[in-house]
């Protein structure tokens, strides 16, 4: 075993990789929302009500921060965007988090001191 690997290190790499793979799903989930409304796609139709189903908890709390433009079907929908660049900045915080939790080793932290 490496001395100067924590143990702690894997789990704080899989708890990275967790948080990437649900921003990764959520991000595509989003797009999906924002591309249908954009191309006016069928609110009735299965996959679309599927989609807007599933991703309408995720934009509800950004819902009344900017209005809709609309034109001739199609929905540009600022409110999808704002969720997508809020979750991003958010797992962005987590993985930081998780990352500072690492257990580094005293020249470690003395390079990373003088770098900041």
Same mark, same amino acid.
């Given at each position: 075993m490496d001395p100067y690997v924590a143990?702690?290190?894997k789990p704080l790499y899989r708890g990275t990789q967790i948080v990437w793979y649900i921003?990764?799903?959520l991000e595509i989930l989003l797009a999906f929302r924002f591309v249908l409304k /954009? !191309?006016?796609a069928n609110a009735s139709a299965g996959f679309t009500n599927f989609i807007y189903t599933l991703s309408?908890?995720?934009t509800l709390p950004f819902s009344s921060v900017f209005g809709v433009s609309q034109v001739s079907g199609s929905i540009f929908e600022w409110t999808? /965007? !704002?969720a997508m660049a809020v979750y991003w900045l958010v797992a962005l915080g987590?993985?930081?988090i998780l990352t500072m939790s690492k257990a580094?080793?005293?020249p470690e932290a003395a390079v990373k001191l003088d770098n900041q």
């Open positions: 143990p702690s290190t921003l990764g799903v /954009l !191309l006016g309408y908890p995720f999808t /965007l !704002l987590l993985i930081k580094v080793t005293t």
